[in-house]
Each structure stands twice: as C-alpha cells, then as structure tokens.
C-alpha cells in the first residue's frame, strides 16, 4: 500500500472518531500514532473526561474484535488469560480463551486490580502472547491495549509496576474540552448516544496495512541518536531514580514514523520526536522522593531535556 492511501486510513478512522469525541483531535492523533506503532496506551485522567468512550470509538470504528475487561480487586490472572476445564464427555482439559484474545483491549480502571492480575498482561503486552498451563499461546496480529486509570483516588487501588508502565508505548491524558465543544457533547447525546449509531469506516487489514506502512517511513542517522540522547539524558537528570529504557527509544522512533506518516511524509522530521517525547517518556520514570517533595516532575524533566538537548540540523 502506497503512503497515500495509508494516510487516507488515518483520516478516515480520526473523522470517525470526530464524530463522538469532540475537540479530542491532538488526543486522538497520539492514540492513532500508538495504534499504528504497534504500542499500546495508559489513558489517565478524571472521571468523566471520555477515556472509556475514546476507546470503544476505536473499536467501532475498525472492523474488529474488541473486549471490555472492568479491573477489580477481586479479579484473577485467568479472567483475562483464560482458563483450561476438564470436558467430562472427552475426558481431556479444553481451554476457553479469556477477554486477552481479542484485537482491541479495554483494560477498564487497570490500577483498581492487584498486582498479581495487572501482571498477567505484561507478557501479552511485550511478546503479543500467553503462557497458560505451561503452554505459549499467540495472540492476533493486531493486539491493542487501552488502559484507563483515575489518578485522584487512591483507595483501594495499586500503583502500576515500573516493569508494567515500560510496556505502555504512552500515557497522555484527555483533559476537559472547551465549553463551545461540551456543548456540542449535549446536544449530541439529548435524545441518544452518538456511538449508538457508528459503524465501522475501516477493515482490519487496513489497519495492519496503515501498520507496515508507518514502518516504511525513513529516519536518518542524526534523529536516531537525537532519541537516544533524549532518553538518555533522562538518565543522568539529578532528581530522577530511574530513567527511560531502550524501549522508550524503540516506542518513541516507532511512534515518531507513524506521525510523519499521519502528516503526508515520507521521513521523520525533529517536531515530530518533540511532540511525542512527554506521552512516550514521561510514565517510565522514577522520580526521587525528594525532587517530588520539591516540585519536580517527571513530565518537567522531559520537557527540560527536549529543551537542553540540541536539535539536529
């Protein structure tokens, strides 16, 4: 598939999504970029703000198979894994695929279960498979991962895992819309919700054709170490226990073509690397408790290193 026609894909998704999430577009080209990547995304937010929405507009609008898992403290590895019964009649263990199987994920309030079930999708997330009774199974080629945590409630939930955010390629928030743009949210949902009536605008092969597209797109020598530099630095940066990983290079390259790609390129260019630094980098790091009693920020510091560090001509 020619760049072209994969850009017009994008277009076609984001316009459909337009069509529930209004004044969502920056929100929803990083959720696209990810998408494309072959990332998966940490939306964290207030309640309210249409993170669960966002997601299953996603899901409407691609030809695909999405499951809904709703995070609790009572859930278990196997009610996302899947689980394996004995069959009486052919006296041998069937397993039954749990919600991971699937295209699209909505990992719903991922922070309200304990760490042993947020721990069973760190394989999936990283190597797109299982292991369930001693035995690998693949998931589907397209496996995304939306994840939705409420970060002003802390009662009875647990923190995500350093190991666990490293394998979300971004975290970026929704925030609150315009009044012009809510309003437009209540006329919109005065007699029905809009994704009621949404249909899918694209074809599950489209989506992997946009996929291997954003690989074609080139980036030079020069912006490669510009991202290693950039992660880097984060690991030097007084106030930070511990920086970006390899992965965030990885994710923040990846993630980087698919944008160019989004913007009629054939290359990356600079703003594109800049525009995604905090949502890819951000989340992995550790900040020292005393440089987060001072003010210091994890999303600060990215923005000081894209800042410091220079750009390449």
Known sequence: MNLPAAREIYQKIAANISHVMHGQSAATRKLLAALASGGHVLLEDFPGTGKTTLAKVLARSIDARFKRVQFTPDLLPSDILGVSIFNQRE??????????????????????????????????????????????????????????????????????????????????????????????????QADH?????????????????????????????ELKRYIVELTGATRTTTGVQLGASPRASLALMKAAQALALFDGLEFVTPEQIQELAVPVIAHRLVMEAQARFSGLTARGVVESVVKKIKVPA
């Not at 990992?107 to 309200?112: P, V």
């Open 193 to 221: 919700h809009p994704l009621d009536e949404l249909k899918p605008c694209v074809t599950l092969a489209e989506v992997m054709a946009l996929k291997h597209a954003a690989q074609t797109i080139r980036i030079n020598e």
């Open 91 to 188: 006296q041998e263990f069937q397993f039954h695929e749990g919600p991971v199987f699937t295209n699209i994920l909505l990992a719903d309030e991922i922070n309200r279960a304990s760490p042993r079930t947020q721990s069973a999708l760190l394989e999936a997330m990283g190597e797109a498979q299982v292991s369930v009774d001693g035995e690998r199974r693949n998931l589907a080629e397209l496996f995304f991962v939306v994840a939705t945590q409420n970060p002003v409630e802390f009662r009875g939930t647990y923190p995500l895992p350093e190991a666990q955010m490293d394998r979300f390629a971004m975290q970026f928030t929704l925030g609150y819309v315009q009044p012009a743009e809510e309003m437009a949210v209540l006329t919109a």
